[in-house]
């Protein structure tokens, strides 16, 4: 496939940012990812070659956070069918691109525990804590991908140093990881019509919550969201 006939959502994230017009961005602009893109270079495991599966794998599902991250309208969305799209993880609720809008990945991913109260949380406030915990970045890549279209079945990891507080337990400076494995339904022009993902997030939060309680509690200032 010629470089002008592929799809843009499965390009690389900066021609994604950089083909967008008019869109309406979540803070009223584009995301800035040098400081997360800097830190992927230094301690990514994977270097895909372009236009591998891996790699447009690793794209798809990196304009697929872009977009849930930044985009307010579902509709200006490349990498999904809006009227078709569902995200599900660990087999519980089904989500739609409007729910992950109004509520934020983090949220849908994390639900109810000891630990977290998705509840408790807004978008802003739940991206907030995350990039002050993370605050050089919470890299994701493609590990391995077992299948390819339409049932794209992946392996992933997502990481960050443990650098800043979390709901009161000081940070361990530690590189704090996630694997897990998705499945994703897509359509010939490789736009996801529904993915689901599995991981543990008990051991995350547990390793979240291994540092020693935090003496006094304050407020994040910073209203910028933590991106991929």
Not at 5 to 14: A, L, V, Y
Not at 93 to 110: K, P, Q, R, S
Not at 143 to 159: A, D
Request: one cysteine or more; proline letters at 4%.
């Amino acid at each position: 496939m010629a470089e002008n006939e592929t799809p843009i959502q499965i390009q690389d994230r900066e021609t994604v940012l950089d083909s967008d017009s008019a869109i309406v961005w979540r803070y009223g602009k584009r995301p800035d990812y040098s400081k997360t893109d800097r830190t992927l270079r230094a301690q990514a495991r994977n270097n895909h070659p372009k236009g591998s599966l891996e790699d447009v794998v690793q794209n798809l599902v990196r304009t697929f956070e872009v977009e849930a991250t930044y985009k307010l309208k579902p509709e200006q969305w490349t990498s999904i069918v809006l009227d078709e799209f569902r995200m599900v993880t660990n087999n519980c609720e089904e989500y739609t691109a409007e729910d992950i809008v109004a509520h934020g990945t983090y949220n849908l991913f994390l639900g109810e525990s000891e630990v977290y109260s998705s509840k408790a949380e807004t978008f802003e406030s739940s991206n907030e804590l995350f990039k002050s915990t993370f605050p050089t970045g919470f890299i994701w890549e493609v590990e391995e991908v077992y299948s390819g279209p339409p049932k794209v079945v992946f392996k992933w990891r997502h990481w960050g140093k443990f650098e800043g507080p979390f709901k009161g337990h000081q940070p361990t400076e530690k590189i704090v990881e996630i694997t897990g494995i998705s499945i994703a339904d897509v359509t010939e022009d490789l736009k996801i019509r529904r993915v689901e993902h599995f991981f543990d997030t008990r051991n995350f939060l547990g390793d979240l919550t291994s540092g020693d309680k935090c003496p006094f509690v304050g407020g994040t200032k910073t209203s910028e969201q933590i991106t991929d």
